[in-house]
């Protein structure tokens, strides 16, 4: 991998924890549904680093998505199980950010944090 590509890779990584931390920061002030938001974008981030890396990407992230899923999830490079996070969070900050009336509640959203973590760290190692 050349050091532009690198550098990119390892910025989508970086940008990746730091959504992680900021959603910790949401969380510890009762913001679930701005939670949610940083929440997808950390896996958002790890997952465009990845592609990137594998010289594919998109300017949707509908795209990205899709790109992942048939790369890496269909091909068992990582489990469903594992991916389930980052699809499911898809959804939910779609709902959050466009939907009228969706709110989450500590309940929805604090086991989401593990399953997160497990996710990046599956996409590091990768990386």
Partial sequence: ????????????????????????ILAA?????????????ACFYAVSGLLSKH?????????????????????????KETALIYNSLFERRQESDYEVFVTFEETDVKPWFNEVEVFLNTIIKLV
């Fill in 1 to 24: 991998m050349n050091k532009e590509l690198n550098d990119l890779v390892q910025y989508r990584i970086a940008r990746a924890k730091e959504a992680l931390e900021e959603a910790g």
């Fill in 55 to 79: 010289d594919l990407s998109s300017s949707k992230h509908s795209g990205v998505r899709s790109f992942f899923n048939q790369h890496f999830v269909k091909t068992g490079i990582i489990s």
């Fill in 29 to 41: 002030s009762g913001h679930w549904n701005a939670c949610v938001n940083r929440l997808y974008y």
